[in-house]
């Protein structure tokens, strides 16, 4: 056994008497309501260091609860994320990667066990309000998964004939939904000025309509991925421009479902997770969002691809005004939140593990045995520790330090090829600035006997291995 190896082991095992205890601690069943905006960057919150706009609601969200400086998505683009988040699964353990596109043949197997699903069992009453994008087939959809109503768009809004980048015939009309049928079969401009006000109307309306039984809101913003749209309540308002005005309006968001809560004097028995699906679009320039100190953004294993903001709030359980830099990854959402509610795991085997413990700053042993991992559609691109970074040999899209696009409109990636495997010190360089493989042979041997651990489990595509607890997604 190799030294990571070891001090994860003997943590794990500190904390599986904790994990493996029956839950007497949390008899209740709280509401959950899980945030997650689209594309939003590391830096692109003002508890997070934004400039040029202002966040109160979100920053008022992370001084009431505890903020994660550390906190990663399974993978930077949309449909592999959200799998990961809604299964506590990395997506391609499920067959999925990537993003799906409109009419798409595979999506969410629906054996698979969504958190609805979990928290159904408890009877919860649930909704899912926002972008899906885990297959927009009728079988793939919210309501087939474990969601007792659904509002919102079936997959990302730049899927859309009207998208400056969209070549004519690439996208059919872009339908907004209501649980499985289309309310408007092709929205306008007009329309998607509306969504984050309209999400906001359908969320604070469920939670008024369940204030008597416990409940799960899933309110996945449109926003503020490309292409950016404002209602006139905040068009015009910040220095940064569009994009500014995006995220003031998802903050008042924020704050009207904070303020919902507080009304109905919920706020003491709901747990509210805020977080991203993956990080910016830096090619959108003045449109994308920003990774603050990190490497690279969306679509790349960089830390400026999965590491995102995460705020969790819950008065009374978890400390307020606390931060913590301890190292998780969305996987752990869906085992922590069984935990809370006292519900049972799903039944196939799960990627992520419970750490509420970590999430209210009561124990700072790790549960995970090992590492996590990060991959690229079905390339194994990297491996990470508490301490290290293993960036295995791919191929990564970059600006290279070339501007942005303008008002909208991208700038064109290039390709770079790495000629090794790199080495990071995430704790010395979250920056990702200093390759340190040479000078540090030991941990990149034991990284890189955990990266062939992962290819026997989940395959890789750069090394041609078949992964043997891959599942098939759904298909049509
Ligand atoms: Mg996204």
Redesign the pocket.
């Known amino acids: 056994m190799t030294r990571i190896q070891s001090l994860f082991r003997i943590a794990g095992l500190a904390i599986a008497a904790w994990v493996n205890a029956p839950v007497c601690a949390v008899e209740s069943r709280p509401n959950i309501v899980l945030i997650v905006a689209?594309?939003l960057g590391y830096g692109d919150l003002g508890c997070y260091g934004a400039k040029g706009y202002q966040t109160p609601n979100l920053d008022g969200l992370a001084a009431s609860g505890r903020r994660f400086t550390n906190f990663h998505v399974a993978q930077a683009?949309?449909t592999a994320?959200r799998v990961a988040i809604l299964t506590g699964c990395y997506p391609n353990r499920l067959g999925l990667s990537g993003a799906l596109g409109p009419g798409s043949k595979i999506g969410l197997h629906p054996e698979e066990t969504t958190i609805a699903e979990v928290l159904q069992q408890r009877g919860y009453a649930t909704a899912a309000v926002g972008k899906w994008h885990l297959g927009d087939a009728p079988q793939f959809l919210p309501t087939a998964q474990g969601f007792g109503s659904y509002f919102g768009l079936p997959y990302s809004n730049d899927m859309w004939p009207r998208h400056p980048e969209a070549r004519p015939g690439t996208y059919p009309p872009l339908p907004l939904m209501e649980d499985s049928r289309v309310l408007k079969a092709d929205l306008q401009p007009a329309d998607q000025e509306q969504l984050t006000t309209e999400y906001t109307e359908r969320s604070v309306r469920f939670i008024e309509s369940h204030r008597s039984e416990p409940f799960f809101l899933y309110l996945a913003y449109s926003m503020p991925?490309v292409p950016l749209y404002v209602s006139s309540k905040f068009k015009g308002k910040t220095e940064r421009g569009l994009f500014g005005d995006v995220l003031e309006e998802l903050d008042w968001s924020v704050g009207q479902i904070v303020e919902t809560l507080r009304r109905l004097h919920l706020e003491e028995n709901t747990l509210i997770l805020f977080t991203s699906?993956?990080g910016p679009w830096l090619s959108y320039g003045d449109h994308a969002g920003s990774a603050g100190a990190m490497r690279e953004g969306?679509g790349t294993s960089w830390e400026g691809g999965t590491r995102v903001p995460c705020i969790v709030s819950w008065p009374g359980h978890i400390p307020a005004d606390s931060t913590s830099d301890t190292l998780l990854m969305s996987i752990d959402l869906l085992p922590s939140i069984a935990h809370i509610a006292n519900a049972p795991l799903p039944p196939k085997k799960i990627d992520g593990m419970n750490v509420w413990p970590l999430l209210t700053g009561t124990d700072a042993a790790h549960p995970h045995p090992a590492y996590f991992v990060y991959y690229g559609r079905n390339e194994l691109q990297s491996v990470l520790t508490p301490e290290w970074k293993l960036v295995l040999p791919h191929t990564y899209r970059t600006l290279g330090g070339t501007p942005g696009g303008r008002d909208g409109l991208p700038a064109r990636y290039s390709q770079v090829k790495m000629s090794g495997p790199e080495l990071y010190n995430l704790r010395n360089d979250p920056s990702e600035t200093r390759n340190v493989a040479e000078q540090f042979p030991a941990p990149l041997q034991e990284l890189l006997e955990l990266a062939e651990k992962a290819r026997a489990d989940l395959g890789d595509d750069l090394t041609g291995k078949k992964g043997s607890g891959v599942r098939e997604p759904g298909r049509l």
């Open positions: 689209d594309d683009v949309c994320s991925h699906d993956n969306k």
